[in-house]
């Protein structure tokens, strides 16, 4: 003897009749039950119940006039459930008037017939409203599946872009044995700044979400151009000669057109490096143009370079050197404030003030062995 399957699978779609009077039930349960799986409520109120628990119908044929909950009020609820909103309604009701047929529509009906019904009519507008929803809920599907394929696309790029970063970035830190979590207080630092200052009138258009990650990500590129300067110079334990400090300043190009280099390679700028190359090149530079290399003053040095200049300043302020002590963050904050309009543009100062607190503990969640000032 052969097994018995121990589940059904159910060919055909199942219908919900839903009227208060029996015998419409048992008209409608005979013209459907040979294509359908016909269920039957004679009540608004046990329609939702059904509705609810168990497998969905495929299509509901909806009376107006019931006691308790109408059709209409029935027909709302269901529309404004996410989880029932896509089930087609048919109206099935001897109210025909054309006020009443544009009020089921406007609830989310699918159609809506008069009673005394044309058996052929019904039978036709239940299946043309299956097939519409079966090709809906195709396409639907595929849609899904396409929107999963373009995050899981989207997501292997992000990743990309933040594996070559990162990548980059401990290239320069493996020449510096002192930068340690320099690069993750760095990030942040940045990050607060910008979120402090995305509000401000002159910067709103440019500090939106996409572009603070895109600061967020860039910020380890700054110090990009140290592979090319010579470890004499860079691992040199006090202060630069006049020459050597010529050469080190090269960083700031060289660290451009390391990320040119990269863009070279692929064939065509890379909008998410926009941001690490003004880093790269301009976060020395000062706001009365005394910095380098190019002597840019003011709003000419663009706002990323801006933000990093002062972050880069604070972790070297508070972290120690070999031909320096580390500074507590009340010294180091009060040099920054000092600095604004000469060092710093003034605004980004402004914002360093109201968030110095967050700057502090960055430095206490990120810093170094030994390396940082004690919060």
Not at 5 to 19: A, E, R, T, W
Not at 58 to 64: F, Q, T, Y
Not at 118 to 145: C, E, W, Y
Not at 168 to 184: F, I, P, V
Request: with cysteine.
């Amino acid at each position: 003897m052969s097994a018995q399957p121990f589940f059904v699978v159910h060919d055909k779609p199942s219908i919900l009749v839903v009227d208060d009077t029996p015998g419409n039930l048992t008209v409608m349960t005979a013209l459907l039950k040979d294509d359908y799986r016909v269920k039957v409520a004679n009540s608004g109120e046990r329609a939702l119940r059904l509705v609810h628990s168990g497998e969905p119908p495929a299509l509901i044929l909806l009376d107006v006039m019931m006691p308790g909950l109408d059709g209409y009020e029935v027909c709302r609820r269901l529309k404004a459930d996410p989880a029932t909103e896509p089930i087609p309604v048919i109206f099935l009701t001897a109210r025909t008037d054309a006020e009443d047929e544009t009020h089921g529509l406007s609830l989310g009906a699918v159609d809506y017939i008069g009673k005394p019904i044309n058996p052929m009519v019904v039978k036709a507008r239940i299946q043309a409203h299956l097939m519409s929803k079966s090709m809906t809920d195709f396409l639907r599907g595929k849609s899904d599946v396409l929107e999963a394929e373009v995050a899981r696309r989207t997501a292997e790029i992000q990743d990309l872009q933040d594996a070559l970063v990162l990548s980059m970035a401990s290239l320069a830190e493996t020449r510096d044995n002192e930068t340690g979590n320099h690069l993750r207080r760095i990030q942040h630092y940045v990050r607060r700044l910008a979120e402090q200052l995305r509000h401000h009138p002159s910067f709103e258009s440019l500090l939106d979400d996409r572009n603070i990650d895109l600061l967020f990500k860039s910020a380890p590129l700054h110090d990009i151009g140290k592979v090319g300067i010579p470890d004499h110079i860079l691992l040199k334990p006090g202060p630069l000669d006049a020459q050597e400090f010529e050469i080190m300043k090269t960083h700031t190009t060289l660290g451009r057109e390391a990320i040119e280099s990269a863009e070279q390679s692929i064939g065509r700028p890379v909008p998410f490096l926009r941001f690490a190359k003004e880093i790269a090149l301009s976060h020395q530079e000062k706001w009365d143009g005394s910095g380098y290399p190019e002597g840019l003053k003011g709003d000419a040095i663009p706002l990323s370079a801006r933000l990093m200049a002062l972050a880069d300043v604070y972790d070297a302020l508070i972290s120690r050197r070999v031909y320096k002590p580390a500074f507590s963050h009340e010294a180091s904050v009060k040099i920054i404030l000092e600095s604004g309009g000469r060092h710093f543009d003034p605004e980004v100062v402004a914002a360093f003030e109201a968030v110095r607190e967050d700057f502090r503990r960055i430095a206490a969640r990120y810093a170094d062995e030994e390396t940082a000032a004690p919060a």
